[in-house]
């Protein structure tokens, strides 16, 4: 069992930053990583980072180079920072544990928390 905890969102202008902060209790056997997700209205949840224990990072094509994911000096803390903000970005963000199952390929495994609002809009 595996709980999470998102925050750090807000409303930020484009082209500005946030940093999303995951809290993580408990553990899922099968995890080999942390996943931040997104789901903007009307659309599908989508992975745009992830970081697996061995500190090795994948970023979606849409987020690459701009966001970056890492893990704090603090235990079960992962993090979430997001540069160059775009309306596109808006959305509620997620982070969950997942297994890694190929070169690019993440599976989530827990059960998803409240998320994140994140609105870039001047």
């Known amino acids: 069992q595996v709980q999470l905890v998102e925050s750090g969102g807000g409303l930020v202008q484009p082209g500005g930053s946030l940093r999303l902060s995951c809290a993580v209790s408990?553990?899922?056997?099968?995890?080999?990583?942390m996943g931040w997700y997104r789901q903007a209205p009307g659309k599908q949840r989508e992975l745009v980072a992830a970081i697996t224990s061995g500190g090795s990072t994948n970023y979606a094509d849409s987020v690459r180079g701009r966001f970056t994911s890492s893990r704090g000096n603090a235990p079960n803390m992962v993090y979430l920072q997001m540069n160059s903000l775009k309306p596109e970005d808006t959305a509620v963000y997620y982070c969950?544990?997942?297994?890694?199952?190929?070169?690019?390929?993440?599976?989530?495994?827990?059960?998803w928390g409240q998320g994140t609002q994140v609105t870039v809009s001047s």
């Open positions: 969950n544990a997942v297994a890694k199952y190929s070169p690019n390929g993440f599976v989530a495994l827990g059960s």
């Open positions: 408990g553990s899922i056997s099968s995890a080999n990583g």
